[in-house]
């Protein structure tokens, strides 16, 4: 049985239902990303798992344990706040010290414990400081050191990198994942920053409107995403419509021409998609495979590479390709559809 | 909060009078007290230092709330929930972050709250009676009543003295609980 499971949580504030009837699981030891917009309910989930709220209906399960009605203080969740919430009044060593000494711990104990975790986040030395004498990436780790330190059975992160710069949020990430690795906890972790997320976890719950569309690896997330949301929010720009050809891989498009695909599917609709950088561009009448003919819309220089948006029979295409030849508005060229990399909905 | 300020609307004498309706020998605290059985006949409330107490009470308290609301409002929530998920119970939140957070309120507050009835003159003249008397009081007892500069003189330096003391103790301790004010 996994170690954290919601069952069928309904939650919001007032008449605003935020969740809808949510089931999630966690395994022991998974570092688990909820990534979504802003509004989708993954804060609100995070929220409810630490016992800031209560759910309207639905059971939360811990340990094979009814935790619903627990209070928050009782459910030995170490949590790490967007703001980091630090303790204004409190030098670095007791804000650190503080969840020991609510356990009531012996006074040596506490100073140990305290020195050791702030060596493991790399703040030895910095004890007698005051939050604000730090700076943000110092006051991360001091946030995650407090929430560390008590041994929590469970770790949630809500957006803890997001107030850091671009070179400090890899630097940390980079620090959360050797911490989990190195304690085995158990993480939540809530993001929008789509390449954190991945870089981070074991696994990715993409939310939606308050429910969990795909929960499964990044990898998986990324080659095989399985709405058309998570494919636009994982950088698939091109959508297509297919209907089932005459033999297995084969589709037809909605102008009639037919393309190959991977995988058999027999449904009269099916909506694929494909991301730019999976498109070839060649001038018109080159031979290739799954060809669409087009004309150059926008070009776009990208540095390294070079965007299109190519206009065709069936619609808008963004090509991504890092290929020398430039084509110029107004260019009629040719679409290639790699068929491994077309993925089917 | 409108509550809190609303008395702050009347002026002090007013407000003074209106407690001497209230409390006398037939006003209604009084006849409340007999109609329920809790005591025989109508007790002294007025021009002791109860009745004074009580005019203080709504002089000032508007004064200790704003300062407090100002200070408490902005201690963020999310310290109360870190607290909480740290395994505070709600008194370990208002003993560790809440209180200590809200000293430089409480510091405020006490300051204004003790200079006000410190300094405080037509109150304790209203409601004091003459059996009560507080350093303004006296003051102006010696000085106009008996014409004894010299005794008001030194009761209004006792004043100044006290006045600096106690704003010393208040700031000295405020700084032992929250060391970062």
């Keep these: 049985m996994a170690l954290l499971e919601l069952q069928g949580i309904t939650a919001g504030y007032d008449k605003n239902v935020i969740l809808k009837d949510l089931d999630f699981q966690v395994e022991k030891g998974e570092l688990v990303s909820l990534l979504g917009s802003s509004g989708c309910g993954k804060t609100t989930t995070l929220r409810l798992i630490a016992g800031f709220s209560t759910p309207m209906s639905g059971k939360f399960m811990f340990g094979e344990k009814d935790y619903t009605q627990v209070p928050l203080n009782k459910r030995n969740f170490g949590f790490v706040f967007q703001s980091y919430a630090l303790f204004p009044h409190m030098t670095v060593f007791d804000n650190v010290a503080f969840g020991l000494k609510m356990r009531k711990l012996p006074a040596e104990q506490i100073k140990k414990e305290v020195?050791?975790?702030?060596?493991?986040?790399?703040?030895?030395?910095?004890?007698?400081?005051?939050?604000?004498?730090?700076?943000?990436?110092?006051?991360?780790?001091?946030?995650?050191?407090?929430?560390?330190?008590?041994?929590?059975?469970?770790l949630l992160l809500d957006e803890p990198l997001s107030n850091l710069d671009a070179k400090l949020r890899v630097k940390m990430r980079v620090e959360i994942r050797r911490l989990q690795?190195?304690?085995?906890?158990?993480?939540?972790?809530?993001?929008?920053?789509?390449?954190?997320?991945?870089?981070?976890?074991?696994?990715?719950?993409?939310?939606?409107?308050?429910?969990?569309?795909?929960?499964?690896?990044?990898?998986?997330?990324?080659?095989?995403?399985?709405?058309?949301?998570?494919?636009?929010?994982?950088?698939?720009?091109?959508?297509?419509?297919?209907?089932?050809?005459?033999?297995?891989?084969?589709?037809?498009?909605?102008?009639?021409?037919?393309?190959?695909?991977?995988?058999?599917?027999?449904?009269?609709?099916?909506?694929?998609?494909?991301?730019?950088?999976?498109?070839?561009?060649?001038?018109?009448?080159?031979?290739?495979?799954?060809?669409?003919?087009?004309?150059?819309?926008?070009?776009?220089?990208?540095?390294?590479?070079?965007?299109?948006?190519?206009?065709?029979?069936?619609?808008?295409?963004?090509?991504?390709?890092?290929?020398?030849?430039?084509?110029?508005?107004?260019?009629?060229?040719?679409?290639?559809?790699?068929?491994?990399?077309?993925?089917?909905? | 909060m409108a509550l809190a300020v609303f008395p702050m609307f009347t002026s002090p004498v007013i407000r003074s009078f209106s407690w001497m309706v209230l409390?006398?020998?037939?006003?209604?605290?009084?006849?409340?007290?007999?109609?329920?059985?809790?005591?025989?006949?109508?007790?002294?409330?007025?021009?002791?230092?109860?009745?004074?107490?009580?005019?203080?009470?709504?002089?000032?308290?508007?004064?200790?709330?704003?300062?407090?609301?100002?200070?408490?409002?902005?201690?963020?929530?999310?310290?109360?929930?870190?607290?909480?998920?740290?395994?505070?119970?709600?008194?370990?939140?208002?003993?560790?972050?809440?209180?200590?957070?809200?000293?430089?309120?409480?510091?405020?507050?006490?300051?204004?709250?003790?200079?006000?009835?410190?300094?405080?003159y037509t109150t304790p003249q209203l409601l004091g009676g003459t059996d009560t008397r507080v350093l303004a009081t006296m003051i102006y007892q010696q000085a106009m009543s008996l014409g004894d500069w010299t005794q008001a003189s030194v009761v209004a330096v006792i004043m100044i003295v006290v006045t600096i003391a106690v704003s010393t103790v208040i700031n000295k301790v405020s700084r032992k609980l929250n060391p970062t004010i």
């Design chain 1, 115 to 154: 020195m050791e975790m702030l060596e493991t986040v790399d703040l030895g030395g910095f004890e007698n400081r005051f939050p604000k004498e730090m700076s943000g990436g110092q006051r991360q780790r001091v946030a995650l050191a407090r929430a560390l330190v008590i041994k929590p059975d469970l």
């Design chain 1, 181 to 345: 690795q190195k304690f085995g906890f158990t993480a939540i972790y809530v993001t929008h920053d789509q390449e954190e997320c991945f870089a981070i976890s074991d696994k990715v719950a993409i939310m939606n409107h308050g429910v969990i569309e795909q929960m499964d690896s990044p990898s998986v997330i990324y080659n095989h995403p399985k709405t058309e949301f998570i494919a636009r929010f994982v950088g698939f720009e091109n959508f297509m419509d297919l209907k089932p050809g005459n033999s297995d891989g084969i589709y037809v498009l909605s102008d009639g021409s037919s393309i190959q695909a991977e995988g058999g599917r027999s449904e009269s609709s099916i909506r694929a998609c494909i991301r730019p950088e999976d498109i070839l561009i060649v001038p018109e009448g080159t031979e290739a495979v799954n060809p669409l003919a087009g004309e150059v819309m926008v070009s776009t220089f990208l540095g390294k590479r070079n965007q299109y948006n190519v206009r065709t029979a069936i619609g808008e295409f963004e090509v991504s390709t890092d290929q020398e030849s430039v084509y110029r508005i107004g260019d009629s060229v040719t679409l290639s559809l790699t068929p491994g990399k077309i993925i089917l909905l």
């Design chain 2, 23 to 120: 409390l006398g020998k037939k006003g209604i605290v009084n006849e409340l007290l007999v109609e329920l059985g809790i005591v025989a006949k109508p007790i002294s409330l007025l021009y002791n230092e109860f009745s004074m107490v009580v005019g203080f009470i709504q002089l000032f308290l508007p004064l200790m709330i704003l300062s407090l609301i100002g200070v408490m409002d902005n201690i963020s929530e999310d310290l109360n929930l870190a607290a909480g998920s740290l395994g505070a119970s709600r008194m370990g939140i208002f003993r560790h972050v809440v209180l200590p957070l809200s000293i430089p309120g409480l510091v405020t507050g006490s300051v204004l709250v003790f200079t006000g009835c410190l300094t405080a």
